[in-house]
T-cell receptor, first 114, second 113 residues
Framework: AQTVTQSQPEMSVQEAETVTLSCTYDTSESDYYLFWYKQPPSRQMILVIRQEAYKQQNATENRFSVNFQKAAKSFSLKISDSQLGDAAMYFCAYSPNTGNQFYFGTGTSLTVIP | DTAVSQTPKYLVTQMGNDKSIKCEQNLGHDTMYWYKQDSKKFLKIMFSYNNKELIINETVPNRFSPKSPDKAHLNLHINSLELGDSAVYFC????????????FGNGTRLTVT
């Protein structure tokens, strides 16, 4: 069974600093996709970044980047130059290439300290 | 030009009532979903439809019934509401091919009193 684990229920970071959110997953598939979603207090679910498992290159979107370690089944999110607007719940998600299924982690609540 | 829209945004009702939440997407996606987010923020899949056909039906009480009149709409009807149904319900959509991300609606906060 596919599971997604976010071991950090809460994290905090000073404004302008860098923070890394952890995510591990369990799967027997070789072809799949990984996502990070952000949920600010407005409760909107916003796609932050997407990674294809067959690509070795780590995905990057402006200040957001991932460290994808396929062998270790690890998919961490790095936020550089943290801003107050980054404060939110962050969810890691896994989706196999076959079928429209998404498995979410339990989320990490990120606080940004001014 | 909202991509995935769901209504209402807030819903407060009493135990035992029946209520519906509507969802529409204008992205041309083939697959639509209903997720439940509880008070601990856990996201749990409830249902998934692909081109109006039910493809995922997780362990959800029979009081919950999804209806998809066409591939752009997926409504959720809840009978005999219970206190434990209080949560935020998200509608989402995606393309059918693997790797297509979920696009979420803004959620409906349901409060059962």
């Amino acid at each position: 069974a596919q599971t997604v684990t976010q071991s950090q229920p809460e994290m905090s970071v000073q404004e302008a600093e860098t923070v890394t959110l952890s995510c591990t997953y369990d799967t027997s598939e070789s072809d799949y996709y990984l996502f990070w979603y952000k949920q600010p207090p407005s409760r909107q679910m916003i796609l932050v970044i997407r990674q294809e498992a067959y690509k070795q290159q780590n995905a990057t979107e402006n200040r957001f980047s991932v460290n994808f370690q396929k062998a270790a089944k690890s998919f961490s999110l790095k936020i550089s130059d943290s801003q107050l607007g980054d404060a939110a719940m962050y969810f890691c998600a896994y989706s196999p290439n076959t079928g429209n299924q998404f498995y979410f982690g339990t989320g990490t609540s990120l606080t940004v300290i001014p | 030009d909202t991509a995935v829209s769901q209504t209402p945004k807030y819903l407060v009702t009493q135990m035992g009532n029946d209520k519906s939440i509507k969802c529409e997407q204008n992205l041309g996606h083939d697959t639509m979903y209903w997720y439940k987010q509880d008070s601990k923020k856990f996201l749990k899949i409830m249902f998934s439809y692909n081109n109006k056909e039910l493809i995922i039906n997780e362990t959800v009480p029979n009081r919950f019934s999804p209806k998809s009149p066409d591939k752009a709409h997926l409504n959720l009807h809840i009978n005999s509401l219970e206190l434990g149904d209080s949560a935020v319900y998200f509608c989402a959509s995606s393309q059918a091919q693997g790797g297509s991300p979920l696009h979420f609606g803004n959620g409906t906060r349901l409060t059962v009193t």
